[in-house]
């Protein structure tokens, strides 16, 4: 059965940081180690603020608290989650593309201010059909439930939608529940496995 819709992940897929990864910018910018930001960033309390049981403040206290540097450098964490990231034109004018003649939608693990985000800073307000934010809907990837109420807002089944991301759990969940699902490794092998999909449902 032909591909309906087609469902992108944000950060790593669409949005990238300046240089490096989310981490090693974040610690660069903070002047702390990387293993210590990689491991506050991997615990539970970023999945709580993804799901908007925390505040942006309340997390940058616990980051900071947890890397034991003063609270006064959350100022430098607002400009970086402002300031250092881009969006990838090309995968945005493909979005674009995309739903002209397929249902598109955004499924990310994000907190409540990717909403303000996207219309202010990055520009992306009305590309998709579809926003899926775990902030919003208290689910978080790679959750089975959060791909089943991506399915039911794009209104098809399984087998009849595409999903990218650039982390392979997410991608395993998806594939596992039956969407086709595509790692992000760049741009161009994402179009062209895309493109694949679509041509071989037809």
């Not at 616990?62 to 034991?68: A, C, G």
């Not at 791909?147 to 392979?168: K, T």
Request: hydrophobic letters at 45%.
């Amino acid at each position: 059965m032909a591909i309906k819709a087609v469902i992108f992940d944000l950060a790593g897929v669409v949005l990238f940081p300046i240089r490096g990864t989310f981490n090693s910018l974040l610690a660069e910018r903070l002047e702390a180690p990387l293993d210590d930001v990689e491991r506050v960033m991997s615990d539970h309390t970023n999945d709580l603020w993804d799901l908007n049981e925390i505040s942006d403040d309340e997390f940058y206290d616990h980051l900071l608290t947890e890397l034991n540097h003063p609270l006064e450098k959350k100022a430098i964490i607002r400009k970086f989650v402002i300031d250092d990231f881009y969006v990838d034109q090309e995968m945005l004018t493909l979005v674009r593309e995309l739903r002209k003649s397929f249902t598109t939608a955004l499924l990310t693990n994000f907190p409540a201010h990717v909403h303000d985000f996207m219309k202010r800073s990055w520009l992306m307000d009305g590309a998709f059909d579809h926003l899926i934010v775990s902030a919003d809907v208290k689910l978080i990837k790679p959750d089975p439930r959060i791909y089943q109420l991506s399915l039911e807002r794009v209104g098809c089944l399984a087998h009849e939608a595409v999903f990218i991301d650039d982390r392979r759990i997410n991608t395993d969940a998806a594939q596992a529940l039956g969407i086709n699902s595509i790692l992000f490794k760049s741009r161009s092998k994402t179009i062209a496995a895309l493109s694949r999909i679509i041509r071989s449902s037809r």
